[in-house]
């Protein structure tokens, strides 16, 4: 099992930055692919970003490709997803998840954060 804890959501002005963390637990993440999600009331889930726990290419959604950055800390089994610019759009609750390689589906989610971009 895989526990994912997502922090560091809140309110932003249109064009300030926000970081926020994701810290899982429960077993090595060698392995797995892990994945920023976000949901907007009333939108699809959308996937913004995902990043192989040990060596890959980043993928980024293109609403967000050249503003959001994901990255990790093995060190300290963390995620991070660093949003600048960021946009009223982008005001959404977002998630992390897990999904072991060569699989397609994310299996293990955390609990969501908001983030809620005034403009």
């Known amino acids: 099992q895989v526990q994912l804890v997502e922090s560091g959501g809140g309110l932003v002005q249109a064009g300030g930055s926000l970081r926020l963390s994701c810290v899982a637990s429960?077993?090595?993440?060698?392995?797995?692919?892990i994945g920023w999600f976000r949901q907007a009331p009333g939108k699809e889930r959308e996937r913004v970003a995902s990043?192989?726990?040990?060596?890959?290419?980043?993928y980024y959604a293109d609403s967000v490709k050249g503003r959001f950055t994901i990255s990790r800390d093995n060190a300290k089994n963390t995620v991070y997803l660093q949003m600048s610019s960021l946009k009223s759009e982008d005001t959404a609750v977002y998630f992390c998840?897990?999904?072991?390689?060569?699989?397609?589906?994310?299996?293990?989610w955390g609990q969501g954060t908001q983030v809620t971009v005034s403009s």
């Open positions: 998840a897990a999904r072991r390689l060569m699989t397609a589906e994310y299996n293990y």
């Open positions: 429960g077993r090595t993440l060698s392995g797995y692919v």
């Open positions: 990043v192989p726990w040990t060596t890959g290419t980043p």
